[in-house]
């Protein structure tokens, strides 16, 4: 039996979170009757039965608006570039937590993790690890991955590449129909020395709570833990997809360093 985009759409993502239909009738207060109809095209979901679905199913911003678009709805949420007008008060705030973070790194990435911002304190670091040498890629994964980028500065490389590939496969998992993610992990699978089983989803290994990255350098090791802030309860579809992501310390040689760095700039 054929189904309609609608169909299509609450199956695969049913099929992701192993819900049954009656599941997920129950968690969005319908009838699995009703629901079955939905995802056959013998009825039409209201605007409001499909953000409770999307609410039960965990959907981000840019699914819920593919979930509208499918029913025959216009889309939900706004996705406007960081840059415009009507963001000037978020760009304030990324702006303000990436300050705060000095002399410590701090990146602005999108869901592709495009770097959109950095503070002086990364480009300290980068300088120091990659030598002076420019980076080839504005893209964290591809700066990872590729031999000719910060790779070989990386001293716990496997680690760091296996859960950066971890995080890849679930947010494809999660947005199956994200071309360019796709397109990405392809690409990064493609880089010398990248093991062979890491081109299938591991669904038994959770990604590790902290991870800490070790960079070699002029001035020893250098070892940072992450943590990464989004919006909350975001309204549009852009804000949605940014992460700020943090670097701290994770030994005082490190703290010092990046201290004389920044006095020295």
């Known amino acids: 039996m054929s189904h309609p985009p609608i169909g299509k759409l609450l199956r695969e993502w049913r099929a992701r979170l192993r819900y049954s239909q009656f599941e997920l009738a129950l968690q969005a207060d319908v009838s699995a009757r009703h629901l079955s109809c939905i995802e056959t095209g013998k009825a039409q979901a209201s605007r409001g039965l499909l953000a409770r679905l999307a609410d039960v199913l965990g959907m981000p911003l840019r699914e819920r608006n593919a979930l509208m678009i499918a029913a025959g709805y216009a889309p939900q949420y706004p996705e406007t570039a960081l840059d415009t007008p009507s963001l000037q008060m978020m760009r304030r705030a990324i702006d303000l937590i990436v300050a705060q973070q000095e002399p410590y790194p701090a990146f602005v990435v999108n869901r ?68 360019k993610a796709q397109a990405l992990l392809e690409d990064i699978l493609r880089y010398p020395d990248v093991p062979h089983a890491w081109r299938q989803r591991d669904v038994t290994t959770a990604p590790s709570s902290i991870l800490t990255m070790t960079f070699r350098s002029r001035r020893g090791e250098l070892s940072f833990f992450e943590t990464i802030t989004t919006f909350a309860t975001p309204r549009n579809v852009t804000l949605d997809e940014v992460r700020i992501e943090c670097a701290f310390p994770a030994d005082d040689h490190t703290a010092a360093v990046c201290a004389e760095l920044a006095a020295a700039s």
């Open 112 to 179: 592709h993790w495009d770097v959109l911002r950095v503070n002086d304190a990364a480009i300290r670091i980068n300088q120091l690890v990659m030598e002076g040498r420019p980076g080839k890629h504005d893209n964290i994964l591809r700066q990872v991955f590729d031999p000719e980028d910060i790779r070989p500065a990386i001293v716990n490389w496997e680690e760091v590449a296996a859960t950066f590939i971890l995080h890849l496969h679930q947010e494809i998992a999660a947005s199956p129909k994200d071309e």
